[in-house]
Every structure is written in structure tokens, then in C-alpha cells.
């Protein structure tokens, strides 16, 4: 339960005895509004409740309370319930345990109140700040002003190693990316799997491994304390889309796959390609093999082995245009699609190339011939992804795997892949304009509903699979 007390009713009348001092010929007349106490508190998945007490010379009739997500733009307007009077105690509660209403933990709100009184008399309240924390837990921390990383399992040098990677992380994406993180980001790392659920929104599935929360600068993700090396990377790899899309949101479009994943994997281990990833991108330049990058613009294949190129692919071509075009080039691409722009348009003016010329440049850096003619002129669906890519609505989520079966590993990704169209492309297109990863925040209603995104291997808690990854967003 955190509280948050204000006598906000103190300042005013402070305020006013020194302007009666500063101006002694001015008459004024007492605010006939005056707050006498307002207060916020809540408990985390049940409720976020704002209290404001307050006094009027006449009867106060209207007592709203406005909020705001700290780095949204939207705010929301509501009538608190209270008896009118000269005398009033106006409270409004966000009801958690209604999945429209959900926020993840480290939701970071404005909040201010507008009275009305019977004569006219209006008084907004200054913005006062709540953080929701999931309060379940005894949260130990870890934060500079970039980030703050919660965990309350494992010892200092887990929390530690987990704070370093990231902040490394943040590092690399500025000096090799060319992006500065624009809001502080938080960091949840739930113990276990059965916690990580019992965290985000309703609608996560079994085997999410955790979710990026990219309009509230939120990450949230299962590691338990045996689970380290995995969780470096997932932290990372979700982290940088967070960044990533704070950097290039906007309402016009969305980073073509490939960049978005290529980025996420490349800030992992910018030297090379992650093991799990490594072995079959060499198999695939080595029998010439590769996806066009056309193919990777859009959702990744839902095949385990190809979504596994998908993202080494995607992380080698990140890595080349880092190491041929430098990072300057990459720069100014992101800046180009903060602003929207068609995914041709936006390569040729930062890097001089369409998708198909960076895709020959790439393949010849690997001693591969160039697309075949068919390839390079079918730009046709792929041009039109941009707007309707309806990749940009679903989350991305971390699918655990077994590593031998086959079969089960299908049956997994078939859940996952019909994940996409279980969202609206418009509903996420409005609301929320282009991360992917974001998407499923754009609920109908508004409401802030998390993503789930996780690139990363995640290791299925309590089940003790450890194994091959596979990446999927769709
Ligand atoms: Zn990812």
C-alpha cells in the first residue's frame, strides 16, 4: 500500500499571505475553495483509489480527477462520488481487477483534481505524481536516472549483474544505434513463472516469459536466480524495443521487422550473433539459404527453425549496417521512421540503398550472388507493409520450447502465431500508432493494456526446459 498525503490547502494560504505582503494596496478575497487534504493509494491488480478532501464558501458540486501516464499524451477525465456540500470527501477508484482497467507495476501517474462550487468558483489542483508498484513483494532495487531494476529474489550481485547488463545495454544503443532513451524505464524481475503471471494482464498466455509495456516504460519478465544467463539477454533484448520505440513512435508507421528485431538482437551481444542464432544463420549463407529482407519486413514465420533465421538474419543485417554505414546512418534511418515514412524511402535517404539494394550489399558481404530478378521486382506487397502490417498489434512474445519435439514445438507456435489475428490493426493503429510491441495496449477502449513481447529464450518456469529459443513476435 503506498500512500501519498499532500497539504496542498497549506501552500495556498501561504501563497496568499505573500502576496498580501508584496502588494499591500491589493485587496483579495480568501480562495472560497480550499483543499483540505487529497491523498492516493493503492493495491496492486485491485485498486488505485484518489481521495481529495476539500471546503467551498458555497456548496461544492463538482469534484473530478483528472490522470495521466507519465510520457502519454491521453488523459483521462472522471467524476468522483460524493455528497455536494460545504464540506465534501470526493474519491475515485481505478478498479484493477477489471482487465480493461489494467496497468503493469511501475505505472507512473499524474493526477490533479478540478473543484467546482455552486457560485462559479473553480480550483485545479497541482499535478501530484503516484507510482504503482506491485506492493505483493518486498522489492529490492537498484536505479540511476536512467533506470530502476526491481527484483526480491537473488542476492545483490543477481540484481547487480541484471542493472549492469541493462545500463550496458542503454550504453551500446547510443553509441553503436545512435538512440537515447527518452523516459527512465523500470525493470520487474519476478522469481518465477507463476509470479510473472500473476503480474500482467489477464489475457497472457502460459508460456509468455514476460512483456515490454513500451507506452508505460515498462518491462516485466520472469528470472528466477538460476536463471541468470537467460535473463541478461532477455532483459536486453526487451529493453531495446522499449527504447527503441520511445525513440520512433510515432503515428504514421512502424520499423520494418527486421530493424526492430535485428536491433533487439544485435544490442544482446553486439559481436557476434547470440550461439542459439549463430549456427543456423551460417547453415542458411552456407547453402544460400537466407530470407530476403523483404520477407523479414513483415511478421516472422512461425516455423521454430525459420523464426530462428528470422532473428539472427535480422541481427547479422542490423550489425552490417552498424559496421558499413556506421552509426550515424542508423541514426538518421530511426529519426527518418520516428517521422513516419515508407520503408524504401526511409533506406535509400539514410542509407542510399532500397531493401533490395541493402539486401545485395548484405549478401555480397557474405560472398552470396544478389537476389534473383524476381525478387528485386516484386516490391509490390512489400511496400505496402508499412500501413498494413498487422504486426504492429501483437505483442511479442517469448515462446519456451521443448527442444526435441518437433510436434509440440509446432503446436506452441501455432498458438502464438494466431495471436496477430486476435488483435485489431486498427484498434492498435489508433490508438497507439506503430510499436509492434505495443499494440495490444491499444484496447477499444483505451485502456493501457500491456505487450508482450519477449525475444529471448525463455526457459519454462517450473517445467525446467531449457533449450533452443524461439523468438516470437508476431
Ligand atoms: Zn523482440
Known amino acids: 500500500m503506498k500512500s501519498i ?25 480568501q480562495d472560497p475553495i480550499t483543499i483540505i487534504d487529497q491523498s492516493a493509494n493503492s493495491d496492486f491488480r485491485e485498486h488505485i483509489t484518489f481521495t481529495l478532501a476539500a471546503e467551498s464558501t458555497s456548496e461544492i458540486v463538482e469534484a473530478t480527477l483528472f490522470y495521466q501516464v507519465v510520457g502519454q499524451i491521453a488523459t483521462t477525465k472522471n467524476e468522483a462520488e460524493f455528497a455536494p456540500g460545504n464540506a465534501v470527501t470526493a474519491e475515485f477508484e481505478i478498479d484493477q481487477t477489471e482487465a480493461t482497467n489494467y496497468l503493469p507495476p511501475g505505472t507512473s501517474l499524474n493526477y490533479w483534481w478540478n473543484i467546482v462550487d455552486a457560485a462559479g468558483n473553480e480550483l485545479k489542483t497541482e499535478r501530484e505524481l503516484l507510482l504503482y508498484l506491485d506492493d505483493r513483494y518486498d522489492w529490492n ?5 536512467r533506470l530502476t531494476l526491481y527484483w526480491y529474489e537473488g542476492n ?27 523516459n527512465p524505464i523500470r525493470i520487474f524481475i519476478y522469481a518465477n513463472h507463476r509470479d510473472l503471471l ?3 494482464s489477464t489475457g497472457a498466455q502460459e508460456w509468455t516469459g514476460g512483456q ?3 507506452r508505460f516504460g515498462v518491462v516485466v ?23 527503441i520505440h520511445q525513440a520512433t513512435e510515432n503515428p504514421f508507421g512502424d520499423l520494418p521487422r527486421w530493424l526492430d528485431e535485428g536491433i533487439a538482437v544485435y544490442n544482446e551481444n553486439r559481436d557476434e550473433l547470440d550461439s542459439d542464432f549463430k549456427a543456423i544463420f551460417d547453415r542458411a549463407v552456407e547453402r544460400d539459404e537466407l530470407m530476403t529482407l523483404r520477407t523479414l519486413s513483415s511478421p516472422f514465420p512461425s516455423d521454430p527453425y525459420q523464426a530462428n533465421l528470422a532473428y539472427g538474419q535480422s541481427g547479422a543485417v542490423v550489425k552490417f549496417i552498424i559496421d558499413t554505414y556506421g552509426t550515424d546512418a542508423m541514426a538518421e534511418l530511426l529519426d527518418i521512421f520516428s517521422e513516419g515514412a515508407l520503408y524504401d524511402e ?3 535517404q539514410a542509407l542510399g540503398v532500397d531493401t533490395n539494394g541493402l539486401d545485395n550489399a548484405f549478401r555480397t558481404s557474405l560472398g552470396l550472388p544478389p537476389l534473383a530478378g524476381a525478387e528485386v521486382s516484386a516490391p509490390d506487397e512489400a511496400e505496402a507493409a508499412p500501413e498494413t502490417e498487422p504486426a504492429a498489434e501483437v505483442p511479442e512474445i517469448e515462446v519456451e520450447e521443448e527442444a526435441e519435439p518437433a510436434a509440440s514445438a509446432a503446436e506452441e507456435n501455432a498458438v502464438v502465431a494466431e495471436q496477430p489475428a486476435q488483435e485489431s490493426s486498427e484498434e492498435s493503429s489508433t490508438t497507439n500508432g506503430l510499436s509492434g510491441e505495443s499494440s495490444a495496449e491499444a484496447e477499444p477502449s483505451g485502456s493501457p493494456l500491456g505487450v508482450g513481447c519477449l525475444g529471448g529464450l525463455a526457459p519454462l518456469f517450473g517445467l525446467g526446459l531449457a533449450l533452443s529459443r524461439v523468438r516470437r513476435k508476431e
Do not use: Y
Request: charged residues 20%; glycine residues 12%; aromatic residues 6%.
Open 156 to 182: 545483490d550481485s543477481f540484481g547487480r549483474e541484471l542493472f549492469e547488463r541493462a545500463n550496458l545495454a542503454l550504453d551500446t544503443l547510443e553509441t553503436d544505434v545512435g538512440i537515447a532513451l527518452e
Open 5 to 29: 498525503l499532500k497539504g496542498l490547502g497549506l501552500k495556498l494560504i501561504v501563497f496568499g499571505c505573500a502576496l498580501m505582503i508584496v502588494w499591500p494596496g491589493t485587496v483579495l478575497a
Open 141 to 145: 532495487t537498484l536505479e540511476n536516472d
Open 221 to 243: 519478465i520472469g528470472v528466477g536466480p538460476n536463471q541468470l544467463d537467460w535473463g541478461l539477454n532477455a532483459t536486453t533484448h526487451e529493453m531495446t524495443h522499449l527504447v
Open 212 to 214: 515490454a509495456f513500451t
Open 198 to 200: 500473476g503480474a500482467i
Open 346 to 348: 526511409a533506406l535509400e
